[in-house]
């Protein structure tokens, strides 16, 4: 089992970045796979990003492509987002989240994920 603990939400102004931060606690980080998400309310939780455990691979929805990147540092336990060129669409909750396995690609779905941090919200203003 593992525990998420998310950081570096805040509050920003459009056109500017953000780097958030998810660090894992509990054995066997390497064999997760991890994913971020976001959901405002009333919304359904949104996938984001996602990076394997082994491939590298690193899917990421086309409303972010080109301006977010995941990724991962196993031996920190620790799973990146930096978040580049913010507008106020991207103000959410972002979670991290976690699941034991392998895929080329890893899973979009927030139900593929078992494990989710708290959230840490991030505001952007114009």
């Known amino acids: 089992q593992v525990q998420l603990v998310e950081s570096g939400g805040g509050l920003v102004q459009a056109g500017g970045s953000l780097r958030l931060s998810c660090a894992a606690s509990?054995?066997?980080?390497?064999?997760?796979?991890m994913g971020w998400f976001r959901q405002t309310p009333g919304s359904d939780r949104e996938f984001v990003a996602a990076?394997?455990?082994?491939?590298?691979?690193?899917p990421h929805a086309d409303s972010v492509e080109g301006r977010f990147t995941i990724s991962r540092d196993n031996a920190k336990n620790t799973v990146f987002l930096q978040m580049n060129s913010l507008t106020p669409e991207d103000t959410a909750v972002y979670y991290c989240?976690?699941?034991?396995?392998?895929?080329?690609?890893?899973?979009?779905?927030?139900?593929?994920?078992?494990?989710w941090g708290q959230g840490t919200q991030v505001t952007v203003v114009s």
């Open positions: 989240a976690a699941r034991s396995g392998t895929y080329y690609y890893p899973p979009r779905g927030p139900q593929m994920y078992d494990y």
């Open positions: 990076i394997s455990r082994t491939y590298g691979t690193t």
């Open positions: 509990g054995r066997g980080f390497s064999s997760y796979y």
